[in-house]
């Protein structure tokens, strides 16, 4: 938010330099790599912070959609808030969406439309926990933190008659045993120490929720972009998607094209307001 301001009110670099350096104790070189990072993001797009979710709208490569919700609330709140915001869109639209996390944003992904801010609104403290636990259900993140609860109380054996049971044969008998106890009872003990541990220790649902009434209250204001290169903060996370695919050698240079394209869509601003 301060350094938000700053860029708005048009300080001087060597003014918003020396708040880096005594806010942050990192040396020049850093300073300069902050201070050219929120640059690029402000004269782009515009700088989220803790007042303002900023949700950027991007069409990639074969048409595929991208809603990037710059999130700054650190890793395991930003996942929860992925995971519920991603099953209301889902299961509005019917289909198939994608999700990567960072500590400092989440994308939802899909080849059509997915009404993935009006899915965020639907969302609210009191149905938030309801929502996140039923987005577990068939998901690798419950049934590894089930495997380690029924290791624990004993429902699964490690080892049985002299037998170490392999990492293997553990999995698939905790996959079998929780689906036969969700249908069974949905609030059996272990399945429900299975969903806190996911929701409390693996996620950080206690902060998400609190997020969720910042914008409930209005508290939070929520800012739309549409973007036709992902902005300087999204980039990275949009882009892993692409780097998978490509080969070693290709990585850098397609990092170092993107980044270049946006260079060049701010470069006049950059000339005539910064330097």
């Not at 209301?88 to 939802?108: C, P």
Request: glycine fraction near 6%; charged fraction near 30%; aromatic fraction near 12%.
């Amino acid at each position: 938010y301060i350094l938000e301001s700053k860029f708005q009110y048009g300080r001087f670099k060597e003014e918003i330099m020396e708040f880096l350096h005594e806010y942050l104790y990192v040396d020049e070189f850093a300073a300069k790599s902050i201070y050219e990072y929120f640059n690029e993001q402000f004269l782009y797009a515009q700088i989220p912070h803790n007042q303002k979710l900023l949700v950027e709208y991007y069409t990639g490569f074969g048409g595929r959609k991208f809603v990037v919700f710059h999130s700054l609330f650190g890793r395991k709140t930003n996942d929860a808030l992925a995971r519920a915001v991603a099953y209301v869109a889902s299961d509005r639209n019917k289909r198939n969406i994608k999700i990567s996390i960072t500590d400092n944003g989440f994308y939802l992904s899909s080849e059509g439309k997915m009404g993935a801010l009006e899915a965020l609104k639907r969302l609210n403290p009191n149905n938030f926990e309801n929502i996140l636990i039923r987005s577990l259900d068939k998901t690798e993140t419950l049934a590894s933190r089930f495997r380690h609860c029924a290791g624990r109380s004993l429902m699964t054996l490690r080892r049985y008659k002299g037998h170490e049971k392999s990492v293997g044969s553990q999995q698939v008998r905790g996959k079998i045993l929780l689906k036969y106890i969700q249908e069974m009872d949905n609030n059996f003990p272990i399945l429900k120490e299975s969903r806190r541990e996911a929701t409390e220790d693996y996620m950080d649902i206690k902060n998400a929720k609190r997020v969720i009434s910042w914008i409930s209250s209005g508290e939070m204001e929520i800012k739309t972009i549409n973007t036709i290169i992902p902005s300087p903060f999204a980039f990275n996370l949009v882009s892993q998607g692409y780097l998978e695919v490509l080969k070693q050698n290709d990585k850098s240079e397609f990092t170092k094209r993107m980044h270049r394209a946006i260079i060049e869509k701010i470069k006049e601003q950059m000339e005539n307001d910064y330097y």
